[in-house]
């Protein structure tokens, strides 16, 4: 392994990178980077020549992913198609967003082939920077990973975003084919997907540490809910006479807030919301949410989600307004696989650090990647739990540590035969 | 007086026009036409031509203001200045609006000019459309009626809307000269206001009464609250380290409607909230509400908003969150002029209706105007009380019994020059 300062460099170099990739934005104080917006043009463009030097061609797959690979070594590029191992996360970012979400595991990814200089394992790795995670634009997660998993049907595609827009114009505007997005597939000689991802929770500060072994993560529901009212004069409406969807929907907010504080490791969230019209001196006639709860136990999860929409309907019926409730995403808890976190647990271990293994709050390309390939996550402690905010950040000796060990790792993985020649040959 | 069927004619044509106003708007689907946005151009544009050919020159004043002057019989018009009557009300309008509130107050003025059939009286009469009543674009009402007494200064011309522009700017792009506002002022010939307006409420309904003398105007009061905490990622934020904004306000909305409910007579309404950054998974880190709170009495209006603004900054210390609260509007009760209010009440009388009096919950440009000069209101019936939404109404009987009421009204004023004089003399 080579010596500490050297890490240190390279970590430093990563920080300046994600810092850079950051500029590119939609907004001009604040980064936001949604799907396959212009911003994310410039991110492609920035991170091309940091990887073709080493000996990786980058290409922008249907969807909007970057996607690079670095081919295995000699003996086995002869054979028709070497195993390949997927390193990536996440290029777009939540409004308002931090440097590091998603950004820092594609950035990492760099770094390990960097950081390889030139050696070649007997697997090629690719890098890939998923074009949407965040859910923000169409309110559907995962769309870059889905269509690696060919979970991205023509109906998706229609879905449109708050100005119209489909997925399916939006790829095409972009100057990328629809048509294409079966070819973005995993195909057989991918053996793994290997994410690193900041904790964007409190945990592995508490606990002094810089990294952690991810072996599940959390299930999560999304909905939208609407509560119609009657829109009327702010002025000469009496209070007993109205049918405020507002009112109603603030009710509805501090019940769910309430169920979640009830409920141990239960998380719920009312992240958005609009009223309609809009106006001061207007009664809201509608109220737009979403609500996001979350939980390692599946069952709890649909359980709460269940009682919270029974909650809305009480509240609703007894003030004269009425519910929809309109389902965004509905994700099982996804174990990661039990070999990789033995592997990353030992890595981790090598690095002179205590491995920790914990569950991820936060849902990550890694569960989608799960359906089809063995997967697994590192992540790196975040300062406060901050995330989804301009003051998230890491520390320089995390990330010096993340890399030790995915230097570790590749050369344990490159050990294991049986582990990367075993996922292709199920499949033939 | 005329036969009751030619009122009934009118009263058609009133509707008519009022519903051909209301297709001209900012939106495709819905009434939307905020402060000089593009159709007002094309409301100006449909009314000229109504006024015209009665000898009524219409201009637009530097604040976009419709003005028209119907001139005073010859023997006054060799005065001077003759003694002016304005009649009028607004003609901007709520997001998702109905055909009647402000635009109707309008229209009825120049069906009275056509009821005269050319006949002059001792007073010119001026009709007036407001650019600016509602407060939707620069969360400022009442800018057309401030521009009339004189009270639009420099340092509010640079209030801007959501995308930045100044009203400066506003009133420059719609092809207006800002340095011309005082030149809108009311001059001294002006001896009275007189605005017909929708009750918006449902009080006339229940009293089965067409018509209304409006006897005083409730105080209002609008703020701007901001809760702010610090947005973070929903799925990794355990309950307990939250600072949600969102659900801090949300028990506020509870709070404020409670409030309002046990103090008699009062209103109070949170039309809009919107949240910072507004992503599903994002916890949010502000929460930006309006607060609209109306009595008929100054003190207990502005106690109930002192104890709302003192609710909301106990909720905010408990849940380590700040609150800004930022003042819109403070406006005292008005009463209406009492020697036009008992006109009014002669006049409703002529029609065979009972008169009666009331108070209007709502805001009116005569309010503002009853600074500078003697002002009252006429209300028309609301079916269901319904308004600020496309299915408020009229019925075309009451609208015939307000031309009729209208007419009388001019004529007892024609035959009071002690009160079409008093009011410039008393300048003098």
């Not at 905010?389 to 990330?399: M, Y």
């Amino acid at each position: 392994m080579p010596l500490k300062t050297e890490f240190d460099n390279l970590a430093g170099e990563v920080i300046a990178r994600c810092h850079k990739l950051s500029s590119f934005s939609e907004d001009a104080h604040s980064t936001r980077r949604t799907f396959l917006s212009p911003p994310m043009r410039d991110v492609h463009r920035e991170i091309t020549p940091w990887l073709e030097p080493l000996g990786t061609p980058v290409t922008v797959d249907a969807i909007g992913n970057l996607r690079a690979i670095y081919p295995a070594n000699q003996s086995h590029a002869n054979e028709p198609a070497a195993p390949r191992l997927l390193i990536g996360s996440h290029l777009d970012t939540v409004p308002n967003a931090g440097a590091y979400d998603g950004i820092l595991g594609v950035v990492l990814a760099v770094a390990l082939l960097q950081q390889l200089h030139g050696r070649r394992l007997p697997f090629a790795i690719e890098v890939v920077g998923f074009s949407e995670e965040e859910g923000v634009r169409f309110r559907l997660p995962f769309l870059g990973s889905r269509a690696l998993v060919g979970r991205l049907d023509a109906s998706t595609l229609e879905t449109c975003d708050p100005q119209g827009i489909s997925i399916r114009s939006a790829i095409e505007v972009f100057g990328l084919n629809p048509q294409e997005i079966p070819q973005a597939r995993l195909t057989d000689e991918v053996f793994a997907y290997l994410e690193f991802h900041i904790e964007q929770g409190p945990l592995l500060e508490k606990l002094n540490l810089p990294l952690a072994v991810v072996d599940s993560i959390a299930g999560q529901t999304r909905l939208e809910l609407r509560f119609l009212g009657r829109s009327n004069h702010a002025g000469t409406t009496p209070m007993d006479l109205r049918f405020d969807a507002m009112a109603g929907a603030a009710e509805w907010i501090v019940a769910v807030e309430q169920h979640a504080k009830h409920t141990p490791g239960l998380v719920a969230t009312v992240g958005s919301v609009q009223t309609i019209p809009g106006a001061g001196n207007v009664i809201a006639g509608e109220a737009v949410l979403t609500l996001d709860v979350r939980h390692q136990n599946d069952n709890i999860r649909t359980c709460a989600v269940d009682d919270m929409i029974h909650l809305a309907r009480q509240i609703a019926q007894r003030r004269g307004l009425l519910l929809n409730s309109i389902p965004h995403l509905n994700q099982s808890a996804v174990p990661m696989d039990s070999f990789l976190c033995g592997q990353i647990e030992a890595a981790i271990r090598r690095t002179g650090c205590a491995p920790h293994r914990m569950s991820s709050g936060a849902g990550h390309d890694a569960m989608v990647m799960a359906e089809k390939v063995p997967s697994a996550m590192i992540f790196l402690r975040t300062p406060g739990g901050v995330s989804h905010d301009p003051a998230e950040t890491v520390l320089v000796d995390d990330v010096a540590k993340a890399i030790e060990c995915g230097m570790h790792l590749l050369d344990q993985l490159a050990s294991s035969p049986d582990f990367f020649r075993k996922h292709a040959e199920e499949k033939n």
